[in-house]
């Protein structure tokens, strides 16, 4: 899952959340303050606009194998 980043709209108190694309749409709880009234920041997932790619979503060499 991506990781997100937040910021409380009302103490301001930016954080981070593993969520799911479904789940990221969704205002999140501040664990600061506890307000829901929270949006989300860009993260890299999103910067760019284009599909990650494939090649680089898997590694060149496995230590599994
Ligand atoms: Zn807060």
């Known amino acids: 899952m991506p990781l ?9 108190s930016p954080f981070e959340k593993l969520l ?3 789940q990221a ?5 501040c664990p600061r ?3 829901v009234h929270s949006r ?5 997932f999103a910067v ?3 599909t990650p790619s ?3 979503a898997r590694p ?6």
């Not at 997100?4 to 301001?12: D, L, P, R, S």
């Not at 749409?25 to 709880?29: A, E, K, L, R």
């Open 33 to 35: 303050c506890g307000d």
């Open 4 to 12: 997100y980043e937040f910021v409380c709209q009302a103490c301001g």
């Open 40 to 44: 989300r920041k860009l993260s890299t």
């Open 60 to 65: 060149a060499s496995s230590p599994f194998t």
């Open 54 to 56: 494939p090649t680089a």
């Open 25 to 29: 749409d969704q205002p999140q709880t």
């Open 48 to 50: 760019g606009g284009g």
């Open 20 to 22: 799911s694309f479904s």
